[in-house]
Nanobody
Framework: QVQLVESGGGLVQAGGSLRLSCAAS????????MGWFRQASGKEREFVAA????????????YYADSAKGRFTISRDDRKNTVDLQMNSLKPEDTAVYYC?????????????????WGQGTQVTVSS
């Protein structure tokens, strides 16, 4: 069982930066693939970024949605049981509730259905 708590959301002007953090409970955090998703008002939840764990030998491999490439960076600290999402050059279209998610698989997934555990979400609002 994993519990996830996001923090770091807020209001920022276009072009600004925010760093989201997800704190996870549980002693096996290092064996979970971690992901970030977001859901804008009236839209489907969508994949943003994910990071692998050490099983496959590709520890820390990262994956991004096209909308996030070059602007967002996902990272994890298995000593602290945290996964962060650094978001730079934010745009109004990045406005959404951002969710942290975890799955205990050996493959990094970009679909919601693959993730077993979810946080409560944190609001990010980017003003123009």
């Amino acid at each position: 069982q994993v519990q996830l708590v996001e923090s770091g959301g807020g209001l920022v002007q276009a072009g600004g930066s925010l760093r989201l953090s997800c704190a996870a409970s549980g002693r096996t955090f290092s064996s979970y693939v971690m992901g970030w998703f977001r859901q804008a008002s009236g839209k489907e939840r969508e994949f943003v970024a994910a990071i692998s764990w050490s099983y496959s030998g590709s520890y820390g491999s990262t994956y991004y949605a096209d909308s996030a490439k070059g602007r967002f960076t996902i990272s994890r600290d298995d000593r602290k049981n945290t996964v962060d999402l650094q978001m730079n050059s934010l745009k109004p279209e990045d406005t959404a509730v951002y969710y942290c998610a975890a799955t205990r698989t050996t493959v990094v997934h970009t679909t919601m259905s693959a993730y077993d555990y979810w946080g409560q979400g944190t609001q990010v609002t980017v003003s123009s």
